[in-house]
């Protein structure tokens, strides 16, 4: 009988510093045609339902790459024991889709096809917490006041900002709303 095929999960957000499950591999490689955004409400993390954080998701956008971590999950019962943490950690996220990833090494070829992601959608009867869009100011002011279970919501844009230079990677969206948030909390404290 083969081998299962290991599972590969795609993480853009804070899966990329802290997946929370076991794995034998992390590659590090974008995907195509998705950006990371700031869009999808958190109730459960980094906000309540009261006042939501926003934590990001991927929107489909032809042409753009979204840079993050696949973790390789090798064995049966690590899949089953992850696939179970995940479907908890991202219930608020309401599609899982498969992509291909691409490395630095193999930018037209992908480096492992078939990599799961968990995304948000814009369907508010499917995802109630979809916030969507808003001017930059106004994200960053929701992000700075925002705190969770998980914590205060501006850790983790700063998280994120982080762990993304810490692979090398700039995404202009987090830098800017890192740099808002940064802003908001100087004017704040100046009052």
């Known amino acids: 009988m083969a081998a ?11 899966l990329i510093w802290n997946p929370g499950f076991a794995h034998d591999a992390r590659v590090v490689g974008f995907v195509r045609d998705y950006r990371r955004v700031f ?16 934590t990001v998701t991927l929107e489909h956008q032809p042409g753009a790459t979204c840079w993050g971590v696949a973790y390789r999950i090798s064995s049966e019962e690590d899949k089953q024991i992850a696939l179970e943490y995940l479907e908890v950690r ?48 106004e994200i960053a002011r929701q992000i700075y006041l925002a705190e969770g279970p998980t ?8 998280k994120l900002e982080d762990a993304l230079n810490k692979l ?15 802003e908001y909390s100087d004017t704040e404290l100046s009052k």
């Open 151 to 158: 914590g205060p919501n501006r850790e983790y844009v700063f």
């Open 168 to 182: 090398g990677v700039v995404d202009p969206h987090v830098q800017d709303l890192a740099n808002a948030v940064r």
């Open 90 to 137: 991202e219930k608020q996220y309401d599609e899982k889709i498969y992509v291909d990833l691409y490395t630095d090494s193999s930018p037209k070829i992908p480096a492992v096809e078939n990599v799961m992601v968990y995304l948000a959608t814009t369907n508010k009867e499917r995802n109630p917490n979809y916030l969507g869009p808003a001017p930059l100011e």
């Open 4 to 14: 299962m095929s290991p599972m590969w999960v795609f993480g853009y957000g804070s």
């Open 39 to 54: 869009y999808q409400g958190s109730t459960d993390h980094r906000g309540t339902p009261q006042f939501p954080g926003r």
